[in-house]
């Protein structure tokens, strides 16, 4: 068995309020709020026994893994199949302005995410793909051990929807906050869920 640790990067200036906008592969760093994050959840993490660290390569995952890497004494390692989502055109929109430039799309994410794929960019099968062949690939270096995974929002939404066997419809019925753990057994297939979008750790920062 494999356990698998898949936790969403910190804050950035992109992710909250109005300041929201689609990230996708812009690399775009943490801000203060997402650092403090990142070292709650480290000092949470330093719990557990963790064989390896395994990030997307962007910036906000990278300087996150670090930050979790460091008590455990490891080095974060970059997996580009943990990569954001290609937003394509719209990546740096505000939802707004996503909204005005393909009202129709815009709707077709929030009702059916499923059946998008980005104007030059990627679509959730895509992503779903990548990310799963990714895991595929490291649980058989890690038996019997603990792994981290450092991803997004979008792929650590499909992930949980692939690890627990559901279909990517389910997609926006995965909540996955900021820099939230969630723990997976990968006995069998479908995953055994240990803990989903666990967030205790960051309680003293709100």
């Known amino acids: 068995m494999t356990r698998i640790f898949l936790i969403r990067h910190g804050q950035t200036a992109w992710n909250e309020g109005q300041g929201e906008r689609l990230r996708g592969r812009a690399d775009i760093p943490l801000d203060e709020i997402g650092v403090r994050q990142a070292r709650a959840t480290a000092a949470r993490l330093a719990q557990w026994p963790v064989a390896a660290v395994y990030t997307s390569p962007l910036r906000r ?3 996150t893994a670090s930050i979790l890497a460091e008590p455990l004494k490891l080095q974060p390692q970059p ?45 959730l099968e895509q992503v779903r793909e990548r990310a799963i062949a990714a895991v595929r690939g490291l649980v058989p270096l890690h ?34 906050d900021l820099c939230a753990i969630s ?19 960051l309680d003293k920062l709100r």
């Open 143 to 176: 038996a019997g051990e603990s792994i981290v995974l450092v991803s997004h929002k979008v792929v650590c939404k499909v992930l949980v929807c692939a690890l627990l066997g559901l279909d990517i419809p389910h997609f926006w019925r995965v909540q996955q």
């Open 79 to 123: 997996q580009g199949g943990l990569i954001d989502i290609d937003y394509g055109r719209w990546q740096g929109l505000s939802l707004d302005e996503a909204a005005s430039d393909d009202n129709d799309l815009y709707r077709l994410w929030l009702e059916s995410p499923h059946l998008v794929r980005f104007p030059h960019g990627e679509s």
């Open 183 to 201: 723990i997976f057994e990968a006995d069998k297939d479908p995953c055994t869920v240990v803990k989903l979008n666990d967030t205790c750790h």
């Open 61 to 63: 995952a990278l300087s």
